[in-house]
């Protein structure tokens, strides 16, 4: 038998008399903890384990009325190293000074690495994070509805920001660092997924869709998780872009601590991007799919960018970037309309251009169709940033949720 951790204990402690029998009658989650970077596990299937830290006290701000006054103090916590904020209810307190301490198999040397490789790959992250992992979201069936019915579905731009500058902050020269940020928004990332489930259940639009009775569970945020370094990397591999060893095992291990800030257990966090993959093909490929919430968000998302100048990020570039990225199956399912031209500009000049960055191959060299439209692939990566966070408030601020979309 496993010898099972404090924290262990008490993220799954609570839930498992929740689960109860319906825990007790399903098969133990198939992938195995052997690949994990525990190494090991107990074999509880994470659909059954939420964030027993985490939702009690939320649960509790929540309601007693408090979430307008957290929120306000939360938002001057803004720093790894800094202090919390002087007024917070105790057991909030308790818990993020918990929530924000590394895990004890955080390797320095290897965030390094990680720098190195954002710093090299910061365009194609930025539009794998926004786009494709964006528009991936809304074929994941349970992150889409949660997405929609909850509060964020009621502000897709600043939904967007919050989710950005995750990535944002993970990819920052000082992400786990006191002067960083990245600690911050994975406490804060937290708090808010416990006020949408305790939020989400007491609306009847999403209970009468939903597959679960609680959402945001553990193996919801490890799908999540295998939409963006996951994803990335299989795209970067797919495109040819030429990754050194050292720095692409940093970039996992960024996304590992990342996994583990965020409330995931160490038994389901992947220990290397073959078991990654692995994971992914048995949690993440399987379960996509459209649903009319998801198709109402695509539509949402590949709009946009509707008030920048048509002829460089408008909705035919941006449906066919998402068509050629993610494939015709999930471009169908959303009902992205073709576009002859930028279809064809995507399948026959993206990997070249991807190569010309790389220095692969001369401008000069490359196919005709892609010295016409270089120049517009060049600005999706360098402007995408602003076709997300345009009309977002800044500083970005994550917050406990006080109320679920409103137009349901």
Not at 20 to 33: C, Q, R, Y
Not at 52 to 67: M, N, R
Not at 155 to 167: E, H, N, P, S
Not at 304 to 332: Q, V, W
Request: aromatic share 10%.
């Amino acid at each position: 038998m496993v010898e099972r951790s404090r924290r262990q204990v008490l993220v799954t402690g609570g839930m498992l008399g929740a689960a109860g029998a319906l825990a007790a009658a399903t098969p133990a989650w198939s992938w195995s903890s052997e690949g994990s970077v525990a190494g090991a596990g107990v074999g509880v299937d994470p659909k059954y384990v939420w964030d027993a830290e985490a939702d009690p006290v939320v649960a509790a701000i929540i309601d007693s009325g408090q979430t307008t006054a957290v929120n306000k103090l939360l938002k001057t916590w803004t720093k790894n190293g800094q202090a919390l904020p002087a007024g917070l209810p105790t057991q909030l307190r308790d818990f993020m000074e918990h929530a924000r301490q590394l895990p004890t198999w955080t390797d320095t040397a290897k965030l390094k690495d990680a720098v190195n490789f954002n710093q090299k790959r910061g365009l194609y992250l930025g539009v794998t994070y926004g786009f494709v992992s964006g528009m991936m979201s809304t074929v994941i069936p349970r992150e889409a509805l949660a997405v929609y019915y909850s509060k964020g579905g009621a502000d897709m731009r600043d939904r967007i920001t919050k989710t950005a500058k995750l990535g944002y902050d993970v990819g920052s020269n000082n992400a786990f660092d006191p002067t960083g940020e990245m600690i911050v928004t994975c406490v804060k990332t937290r708090l808010a997924h416990a006020g949408v489930r305790h939020l989400l259940p007491q609306l009847a639009a999403w209970n009468n869709v939903a597959s679960e009775d609680i959402p945001i569970s553990q193996a919801d945020i490890m799908v999540t998780w295998h939409s963006l370094p996951t994803t990335v990397m299989q795209n970067l591999n797919a495109w040819g872009v030429p990754i050194n060893a050292v720095e692409s095992a940093g970039f996992l291990h960024s996304w590992q601590v990342t996994a583990h800030m965020l409330g995931v257990l160490d038994e389901y966090i992947p220990n290397s991007w073959a078991t990654a993959n692995t994971q992914a093909a048995q949690v993440l490929t399987p379960i996509l799919a459209p649903t009319p919430e998801g198709i109402k968000l695509a539509d949402i998302l590949v709009n946009l960018a509707s008030f920048i100048d048509g002829s460089l990020l408008s909705k035919p570039i941006l449906c066919a970037l998402t068509r050629y990225f993610l494939g015709d199956e999930i471009a169908g399912w959303l009902k992205l309309p073709r576009y002859p031209f930028w279809d064809t500009a995507f399948q026959v000049a993206w990997k070249p251009f991807v190569a010309v960055r790389e220095g692969l191959l001369s401008l000069e060299k490359a196919p005709g169709l892609l010295q016409a439209v270089y120049w517009a692939f060049d600005e999706i990566l360098r402007i995408g940033v602003l076709t997300l966070l345009s009309g977002a408030q800044f500083p970005i601020a994550i917050q406990i949720p006080d109320t679920n979309n409103p137009n349901y």
